[in-house]
């Protein structure tokens, strides 16, 4: 397969596309204000988000009659969004959906960008590897160029997402791509992560169907965007836009596709499938997963 950032010249972040544009002269230089707004606005949608599921852990907890924070609170966190899952499906019964039962993790508090590790900590658990989603943000690779504006605020120049997370996953922050993603699976499962970036949204279907989860790359709001900003980086211009998200695909019929989603902490949340797949081919056909259970016994422990 061709280099990703050459052959596909349509990939995002909630920030973040690449371009097949190479020269920085011809880039187009967003407002650092207007970038800002953007990110204030999910900021606050996060706090919102962050506060309910506040409440859901303590009326979780206070039910199991546990008195101990930390640790327990979030496995209570993750026994309530389990259960969530666990009665999702048959809330659409009849409809002829395709559901995999993966643990749903919530990005937040917390990570506000870290919606790629999120949803690799769910692929993970899924396949029985405890992992977090903190250790994970802690050891994916990280872009090394700082954010740089020009005198009139505007975007000057960034980090790669195809090389690494772009920015500060807690803070103002874009996101990361396939690359990095695909190699710390690699690292919990050696030899058994399988990048399908490229594909058709058939063949990442095909592989819903045969009960593997997918993380793929598509916008926050699960269609295809216009807001778009570019800047450069040390390996050319990436053209991305800040609505980009990652989530784990966990099931799917003839209109409807349902994604684990990390930033609402829902599980099998349905979307559009002709939009969803029209925002995910605009992110740059990105999908994650691992290869057949043939191909790793002994590692899945579902119950």
């Not at 920030?15 to 187009?28: F, I, N, Q, Y």
């Not at 967003?30 to 900021?43: E, G, N, Q, Y």
């Not at 800040?242 to 930033?263: C, I, R, S, W």
Request: glycine share 10%; net charge positive.
């Amino acid at each position: 397969m061709t280099d990703f950032k050459q052959s596909a010249t349509q990939n995002v972040r909630r920030g973040a596309r690449v371009s097949g544009v190479k020269h920085l002269t011809s880039l187009a230089r967003p407002s650092f204000k207007a970038a800002l707004t953007h990110w204030l606005r999910h900021f606050l949608r996060v706090q919102l988000l962050a506060a309910v599921g506040t409440l859901v852990v303590f009326f979780a907890t206070a039910t199991s009659g546990a008195s101990d924070s930390g640790p327990l609170q979030m496995r209570a966190r993750i026994i309530a969004t389990d259960a969530r899952m666990a009665v999702k499906p048959h809330a659409v019964a009849g409809s002829g959906a395709k559901f995999i039962r993966a643990p749903i993790i919530d990005q937040l508090p917390g990570l506000y960008n870290g919606c790629e590790v999120t949803s690799l900590a769910m692929l993970l658990r899924y396949e029985g590897i405890r992992v977090t989603k903190d250790e994970l943000a802690g050891q994916v690779r990280k872009a090394s160029m700082p954010l740089v504006s020009g005198s009139g605020g505007q975007i000057l120049q960034w980090g790669d997402p195809n090389q690494g997370f772009v920015g500060d996953m807690r803070e103002f922050g874009y996101g990361v791509y396939h690359g990095p993603i695909a190699a710390l699976l690699d690292r919990d499962l050696p030899r058994h992560s399988l990048d399908l970036t490229g594909s058709s949204f058939r063949t990442v279907l095909s592989v819903l169907q045969s009960g593997r989860p997918l993380i793929v790359w598509t916008t926050i709001h699960f269609r295809p965007t216009t807001d778009w900003v570019t800047w450069g980086s040390p390996d050319g211009p990436i053209r991305a836009t800040m609505e980009e998200h990652a989530v784990l695909l966990v099931g799917f019929n003839k209109t409807t596709v349902f994604v684990n989603d990390p930033l609402t902490g829902q599980a099998a949340q349905p979307a559009s499938l002709a939009a969803f797949r029209a925002s995910w081919i605009q992110l740059g056909r990105q999908a994650v997963t691992v290869t057949p259970p043939s191909a790793v016994t002994g590692v899945r422990a579902r119950s």
